[in-house]
């Protein structure tokens, strides 16, 4: 491939895996971030999903079917030894797969998905293509290579994926290294873990990671990435706030007289501290808890269960799931979020809160001291009953919580989309003068 550098008008394909999860995740919102990014930099953007839709499926059926999926959790079960379907991927999947195009005509009404969908110029999709490679890179250790009609110049893939896009320069977010750094916080198969992340260093000309502690712990594990590995930290793309904010009411709730915890209830987020912390602290404002149950949830959980079920009382209250919007409005609305994790690789809560004019306690651990500046209460992670403290300071006094509130704003314009166009600019210029040759 030519050197690119300086060349205009490049195409960048992103991957549609966490952006076709109808409840979202961190990454999701990475993704739509990062879309809005590369476009307004001036790229075209292909954002390249996994649905049921192949090349002998019908145009018009192609868009029905990507709308239908998104609005739907989970994938397709594995084929079964010894089905026809299980002979296919075993004998098809070593070769090339072709990606073909999902046009986007109007013809399905899809308003209620503007908040999920990401900036696009074209929509591509490979069948099954996230569990394909999965399965495809523990049998082989080889990541699957997938073509796209006209080519791209940079594939930059959200997620360490066991995929890369033949002539393209495949550049691999890797968020953090939790697998490795906790883990015993994570489900994830280690071994596999590891070869994928040194599978992106082998597929990919550069990775591409979301903080200075990221980047060191990355280091930690594959000193022989020093200088293919670019800290971009993250951005975000809010709401449009709405002219009446009433939210918290919504919920039985006083503007400024609840604490919030937003994200997955999973180990590292450290959930059950926050639970002990709070109880402790015994102020009168209640805890919100926004966040599905992920992995090991009910060890996170089991305070509120041995306190007979306080969970869903007044005390405590747990919502499963918010849309953009309305919980946009819970943060701007609390009286302080918490989020004191045990590890984060940029912490997004937190500049969500920040941006939101809301005064956050958060943690040491991880990037979070980057994220907060000295903007935040800090807690230690490990000790509930310096949580507890913090959640005391913040209940009483205003003068504080005023004062977080206007120096967080400022720390998140650090953050802001403007300062994130500009690292992603420069990681894709530095990219696109490799002489290195893509895979392919």
Avoid at 116 to 133: E, K, T
Avoid at 293 to 304: F, G, N, P, T, Y
Wanted: aromatic letters at 10%; charged letters at 25%; glycine letters at 10%.
């Amino acid at each position: 491939m030519d050197d690119l550098a300086g060349a205009g008008k490049l195409r960048v394909g992103i991957d549609g895996f966490n952006l076709a999860m109808r409840r979202g995740t961190g990454v999701a919102t990475y993704a739509r971030a990062l879309s809005h990014c590369i476009a307004d930099l001036g790229h075209s953007v292909d954002v390249l999903y996994g649905m049921s839709i192949t090349a002998r499926t019908q145009a018009p059926l192609r868009e029905v079917i990507f709308f239908d999926s998104l609005d739907h959790d989970g994938e397709r079960p594995p084929p079964k030894f010894p089905s026809l379907r299980w002979a296919r991927e075993l004998v098809a999947t070593p070769f090339t797969r072709h990606a073909v195009e999902v046009a986007i005509s109007g013809r399905v009404m899809a308003r209620g998905f503007a908040g999920r969908l990401p900036r696009f110029d074209r929509i591509l999709n490979v069948s099954d293509l996230f569990p394909m490679a999965t399965r495809y890179f523990r049998r082989t250790r080889r990541f699957l290579p997938i073509r796209i009609e006209g080519g791209l110049d940079i594939m930059h893939w959200t997620y360490p994926l066991p995929i890369h896009v033949l002539g393209a320069r495949n550049i691999y977010t890797v968020h953090d290294v939790v697998p490795l750094r906790l883990p015993y916080t994570t489900l994830d198969n280690k071994r596999m873990h590891y070869r994928l992340l040194a599978g992106c260093l082998k597929y990919g000309v550069h990775i591409c990671t979301v903080s200075e502690a990221s980047l060191r712990d990355f280091l930690a594990f594959y000193p022989h990435a020093a200088g293919r590995i670019t800290n971009t930290y993250e951005s975000i793309v809010l709401s449009p706030a709405p002219a009446a904010n009433d939210v918290p009411g919504l919920f039985g709730l006083e503007a400024g007289g609840y604490f919030l915890f937003f994200g997955s209830i999973e180990p590292k987020k450290n959930v059950g501290r926050i639970i002990e912390g709070f109880l402790t602290a015994n102020v009168a404002s209640p805890l919100v808890i926004v966040g599905a149950q992920a992995w090991k949830s009910a060890q996170e959980l089991r305070l509120l269960k041995d306190r007979g079920g306080t969970l869903g009382s007044e005390r405590i209250r747990q919502m499963d799931y918010l849309p953009a919007g309305l919980l946009e409005g819970l943060i701007r609305g609390a009286r302080a979020v918490l989020f004191p994790s045990l590890y984060e690789g940029f912490g997004l809560p937190v500049l969500e809160a920040m941006a939101l004019g809301t005064p956050v306690l958060t943690s040491r651990e991880g990037s979070l001291p980057e994220i907060a500046g000295d903007c935040a209460v800090f807690a230690d992670a490990y000790d509930a009953g310096d949580i507890a403290a913090g959640i005391r300071r913040l209940d009483q006094d205003g003068g504080l919580r005023a004062d977080l509130t206007q120096r967080g704003r400022h720390q998140a314009a650090r953050f802001d989309m403007a300062a994130y166009r500009d690292r992603v600019r420069r990681l894709y210029d530095e990219v696109c003068r490799s002489t290195e040759t893509p895979n392919g």
